[in-house]
């Protein structure tokens, strides 16, 4: 690192394995353990009990909050938020009896998606850019992107901007709203944000 990045902050209690990577200034704090095949970006923060597998992929400035454990076949791109005690699951049908290590689905969560507290993301389904996953949803499908999504299981009640403000918008057809926190104009078109 030159003197000019920002230094990573590994709390004392934190456990980082051999040959994990982990770029400038990012903030990991107590009781983490992130294995030694993770890659996390500059600028993030994992926060109190967090777990990181090795086959896992955390883009730049991406927050998991507390008691959060990202598992093997996981991918958060850039901007994520994981919120507190959310959930990853790696094996569709799991059963303690039976070794399903080479049936890992993989999930992968687009820039700048909200992944509220509480929720499940079941293996295998990719959550859209800018989405939004409501507190202790449960999501076993794909979501496209700037999606909100609530329930159990997750089903779509409208749409979210860029900034995380809902846009008056119908969930289908076609329609066009601004960002109330934003100004900016966004187009549904066909079932999809423009």
Avoid at 47 to 53: E, L, M
Avoid at 110 to 139: D, Q, Y
Wanted: hydrophobic share 35%; charged share 20%; glycine share 14%.
């Amino acid at each position: 690192m030159s003197g000019s990045e920002p230094e990573v902050f590994i709390h004392e209690s934190a456990i980082i394995d051999d040959g994990a990577t982990i770029g400038s200034g990012t903030r990991i704090w107590h009781f983490v353990h992130v294995c030694g095949g993770a890659r996390i970006g500059t600028g993030c923060s994992l926060g109190q009990n967090v777990y990181v597998g090795n086959r896992v992929s955390i883009g730049n400035n991406v927050k998991i909050q507390n008691n959060v454990s990202v598992y093997d076949n996981v991918t958060l791109e850039d901007d994520v938020f994981c919120g507190p005690s959310m959930v990853f699951t790696n094996v569709y049908n799991p059963r303690s009896a039976v070794s399903r290590k080479d049936d890992y689905r993989d999930t992968v969560v687009r820039k700048g998606a909200t992944l509220g507290a509480n929720c499940t993301i079941v293996c295998g389904v990719e959550i859209g850019e800018h989405a939004f996953i409501g507190a202790g949803a449960t999501v076993n499908r794909s979501v496209p992107p700037h999606a909100l999504m609530v329930g159990v299981p997750a089903r779509q009640i409208g749409w979210m901007s860029e900034a995380g403000e809902r846009l008056d918008l119908p969930v289908e057809g076609d329609g066009q709203a601004e960002c109330p926190g934003t100004g900016r104009s966004y187009r549904l078109v066909a079932g999809r944000i423009c």
